[in-house]
């Protein structure tokens, strides 16, 4: 026994100088002697020692539209919380999420019956508008048949107890509104005081009753002393009416027509990545009609320059991509940062519009 | 699509040949060079081990590495290297106990299951001494355990020592091939620093936010001693990230070709040690069969799992029927149809929670190849893999014997070589026997031990855990998925895998629950607890058992060759092997994939919209 203890003893010291000292020594040596720049994280520099603008590896979050976006992240682009969203095909929120980004963006294509002639081409939101407002309580249908998208309108710009707009505007309504409270004290005899995003149905329900066909927006109103404040009025078009009744708009059969219309969008622009850090997008993601034709016409100096600056661009995007292993795997992809960086260099942004 | 497994499977399979007899030499002793590694093997030797013996030193060794382990995570803030940055001010400070707890019993038992986060609760100490100790340490045990049988089964008067065997290991094998491994990730952009995380000033203003004063809040960039896990990682079969997101993280595997080999790698031992079986046998085509019947079953595996995530897109994302759903004691409920999304999958399969740089059909091949050999490390997020995708990762854990882990998965594979022959012998009615040595009422006893408390550590608890508020507040997922999750995680600890579907809330944290980043799960404590326990059970019972049972082969005359005996080096045998493995398997889990993945795949999809 006292033979065996004393193996394993010198085994463990062996085992932890060997492994956890001589071994990563030796390969913190050859880093910083070969590979000095991988070693440290593969950090771009600045210009005139500006610090670090980003690491090649790691995905950089763009939302202004002068630049290529990257794929969404289920980590925030959060570098020390790397993670997916871990949501199955059967979750809901991850259709609503898909849904939420595309609403908004989403075109016809070009020539398609459904975009339909002339210079200033139709767009599906003009289409989602139109079928909103023509029955006068779909806000409150979507309230109660959807599980993630109503709640999650409630809870906007949530941060610890405070909520936001929206979620002030529901307890106000709720406030002048007695149908709201006891519709939801009919469905839940037993519970405490009812939080906004407990209302969102009967609040909809009651809002689609009193504002038919209209849609609680927010709105920016000038005050009388100049300043500007944002609050919620009925209105007819919103970005929240296309994030959130796309879905619905889209699987109603009487626009069946028109959803075979839409320009489609790349998968990669609406998955999150593995890791939420991935720094590529794919080619046909960055030359399609939702990248590259935002970034030109916010590149480009003027209108007159509008195609050929187009065509800049592209050629940029083009000369930035590669494909995996030697181009044996997949399809061409860009690295966003990398692509970003060489676009302000040829189009500076101070001559973004 | 398929150029990328055929191409990590062949040529992992040539590479086996020379690395498997290469290990059969280094086992035997033959050849060894002289030197210090020379002198710290013969202050280890104590002797040739009984089968008891051997048993007793690995079991004594792997409780001095367990309390070496609890020790060094428990003192992480007090021990040296715990880097600070703006996320974190004053480093890393202690895991809660059970999390401890779990993640001792994890790396120690090669499982490598994370209830924490790597770049969040680790110090570069921790990473450095705990996790890489542990890499090397656990990836041997197993290797020993098999050399040890194949000792028995060739019928030696000892099964060798334990601590040379391990020390040769790491000092021949593992330790020049982790080195090599770290200088080629290195040249690929895996980083390889003592400096704290990265702040950058990202290209459009405050996009990461604004802070208190107003100023834009940088990009906070994890980084470390990353190059030096990586390759343990791999080639020890362990899988524990450096990062939350393991592979998948550009760190860990900066592109395609570091994809290719971070695959080479997981495999090439569990490959190699086929090879060795037959090569310390001397009988190269008993290993052969072996070797087929589960290069079948692996290719079986990869098929199924790039073809329904590959080349299908994301279910969420294509039109659905309407249906009405009717369940007892609850009102009929209609759902109606959904539109199919514009979204052109074409070329890319389901790309939720992959990376693009490694290729469409990467995510779906690391994912069988890390489940069927036991390493657990992963380049996709499985909990997003399409429903039936799903299937093949669980099935590779739950058979846990096509290739394995180090040693054990071809250890488990005689377990159902032994079983296999038994049936088959009763079947044509002749004595059972292997390698000349009857299979009698003892050996099966203890190949039984061996096989069924895999299934009782996976489905026991799943069963509990899917009953209580344990399971049902911590899954990620609705419906089927959810119970998925469950059904994952403990195929996971008991096979000694150590991937999840992660979206399931298992991770506490800092004891300190206000230094946390996130809520700490409410069930964090259960899930620590009952899967560090399976773990331990899962790891040590068919390591001891089929020893035991190769010293009781041992021990027996050897009965002379006739035409009446039944041969095992046959392909007629091979599909004897397969069958056993498919049905024992099927018997054993179809019932939980029923419930799990099948019934994801039907739907609805959404579910409970």
């Known amino acids: 026994m006292k033979n065996n203890i004393r193996a394993s003893l010198i085994l463990l010291l062996a085992t932890v100088v060997l492994c956890c000292g001589l071994y990563p020594l030796a390969l913190f040596g050859v880093g910083r002697l070969l590979f000095p720049s991988a070693a440290a994280g593969s950090l771009i520099e600045g210009k005139g020692g500006a610090g670090s603008q980003g690491s090649r590896l790691i995905a950089q979050p763009f939302t202004a539209p002068e630049y290529f976006w990257p794929r969404p992240s289920a980590a925030s682009y959060n570098a020390t919380a790397s993670g997916g969203s871990n949501w199955g095909a059967n979750n809901p929120k991850l259709r609503d999420r898909v849904c939420q980004q595309i609403g908004p963006i989403l075109v016809y294509k070009q020539g398609s019956r459904s975009a339909g002639a002339g210079p200033k081409p139709r767009t599906p939101q003009q289409d989602i508008d139109a079928w909103f407002a023509a029955v006068p309580d779909r806000a409150a249908a979507w309230a109660s048949a959807s599980s993630t998208g109503p709640v999650n309108w409630a809870r906007t710009d949530l941060s610890g107890e405070a909520y936001g707009l929206q979620g002030e505007y529901i307890r106000q309504w709720a406030n002048e509104h007695p149908e709201v409270l006891e519709a939801w004290k009919k469905s839940n005899p037993n519970a405490d005081a009812p939080k906004p995003e407990d209302l969102v149905t009967p609040f909809f329900a009651s809002f689609a009753r009193v504002h038919p066909g209209r849609w609680p927006g927010v709105v920016e109103v000038a005050q009388t002393d100049g300043t500007k404040v944002k609050r919620i009025e009925p209105v007819a078009s919103d970005p929240a009416v296309h994030a959130n009744f796309f879905d619905l708009w889209v699987s109603d059969p009487a626009n069946r027509d028109k959803a075979a219309d839409l320009e489609p969008v790349i998968a990669d622009m609406v998955t999150t990545s593995g890791s939420g850090l991935d720094p590529h997008i794919t080619l046909r993601n960055a030359l399609s009609v939702y990248q590259l034709d935002r970034v030109a016409a916010k590149r480009a100096p003027s209108d007159s320059e509008a195609d050929s600056t187009r065509a800049e661009i592209e050629k940029l995007v083009r000369a930035h991509a590669f494909t995996p292993l030697a181009g044996l795997v997949g399809e061409p992809l860009v690295n966003v940062l990398e692509l970003n960086l060489a676009l302000d260099e040829r189009f500076p942004t101070s001559a973004v519009r | 699509m398929w150029l990328l497994p055929v191409s990590i499977v062949g040529l992992t399979v040539l590479l086996s040949v020379p690395v498997g007899r290469l290990l059969a030499r280094i086992m035997d002793g033959d050849r060894l060079p002289a030197g210090p590694f020379a002198w710290i093997e013969r202050r280890l030797d104590t002797g040739p081990q009984s089968w008891k013996q051997y048993a007793a030193g690995l079991i004594l060794f792997n409780a001095v590495i367990f309390v070496f382990g609890y020790l060094v995570l428990a003192a992480q803030p007090a021990a040296p290297l715990n880097q600070t940055d703006s996320v974190f001010p004053d480093g890393k400070g202690m895991l809660s106990p059970t999390t401890i707890f779990n993640t001792a019993a994890s790396f120690l038992t090669n499982t490598n299951l994370q209830h924490y986060s790597g770049e969040q609760h680790l110090s570069y100490f921790t990473q450095l001494v705990f996790i890489v100790a542990n890499m090397f340490v656990a990836a041997g045990v197993g290797f020993c355990a098999l050399t040890a049988v194949v000792r028995g089964l060739r019928g030696d008067s000892h099964m060798g020592n334990f601590y040379v065997d391990m020390w040769r290991l790491t000092a021949y094998v593992f330790v020049p091939a982790s080195l090599v491994m770290g200088v080629a990730l290195m040249a690929a952009g895996t980083p390889m620093t003592l400096e704290p995380s990265a702040e950058i000033q990202t290209v459009q ?60 790698g997981l495999l090439i031992f569990p490959f190699a040690l086929v090879v060795m079986f037959g090569v310390m046998l001397k009988q190269p085509r008993q290993s052969a ?74 995510g779906p091949t690391f994912a069988a190849l890390t489940t069927a050999i036991s390493c657990g490390a992963v380049n996709c997020m499985h909990d997003s893999l399409n429903p039936l995708a799903g299937i093949g990762p669980l099935i590779g854990m739950q058979l846990n014997c096509v290739f394995g882990g180090k040693g054990v998965g071809l250890v488990n594979m005689l377990v159902y070589l032994i079983i296999g022959v038994f049936l088959a012998g009763l079947m044509v009615g002749r004595t059972p026997e292997y390698l000349g040595k009857k299979i009698e009422a003892r050996e099966m006893k203890l190949a039984m031990l061996a096989l069924l408390v895999h299934p009782i550590m996976v489905l026991g608890p799943t069963g509990l855990f899917a009953a209580m508020s344990w399971g049902r507040e911590a899954t990620n997922n609705p419906g089927a998925h959810g119970f998925s999750e469950i059904l994952y995680e403990f195929s996971s600890a008991s096979a000694n895998n150590g991937s999840g579907f992660e979206g399931l809330a298992d991770t506490f944290g800092f004891n300190d629950a206000s230094r946390n980043l996130s809520t700490p799960a409410t069930h964090a404590a259960a899930w620590d607890l009952s899967t560090g326990m399976v773990m331990l059970v899962s790891r040590f019972v068919p390591i001891i058992a089929p020893l035991a049972l190769a010293a009781s082969l041992a021990r027996k005359r050897r009965t002379p060759f006739t035409t009446g005996t039944m041969r095992t080096d046959t392909p007629t045998f091979g599909f004897v092997l397969l069958g056993t493995v498919l049905l024992l398997g099927a018997l054993l889990f179809l019932p939980a994939l029923a419930l799990g993945p099948i019934a994801d795949h039907l739907g609805p999809i959404p579910f409970g919209r």
């Not at chain 2, 834009?216 to 791999?234: F, L, T, W």
């Not at chain 2, 079948?296 to 009405?324: C, H």
């Not at chain 2, 199919?340 to 399969?349: E, N, R, T, V, Y």
Request: some cysteine.
């Open chain 2, 205 to 264: 203003a405050g996009v990461m936010g604004v802070g208190t004063n107003g100023t834009p809040k940088p990009q906070v960039i994890a980084r470390g001693p990353v190059a030096a896990i990586e390759p343990i990682k791999q080639l020890g079969t362990n899988g524990g990230g450096f990062f939350g997101a393991n592979s998948a993280h550009p760190y860990e595997n900066p592109n395609a070709w570091t994809n290719v080999l971070e695959c080479v």
């Open chain 2, 289 to 362: 069969v072996i070797y087929a019947v589960m290069l079948t079953l692996l290719s079986a595996m990869i098929g199924w799992t790039v073809y329904q995530d590959s080349f299908v897109p994301n279910p969420a994302f294509e039109s659905q029927a309407d249906r009405t759903i009717v369940a007892g004691g609850a009102p009929e409920k209609t759902i109606p149809a959904l539109g199919k999304l514009p979204i052109d999958s074409k070329g890319l399969g389901n790309t939720e929670g992959k990376e693009l740089r490694f290729g469409p059909s990467a």
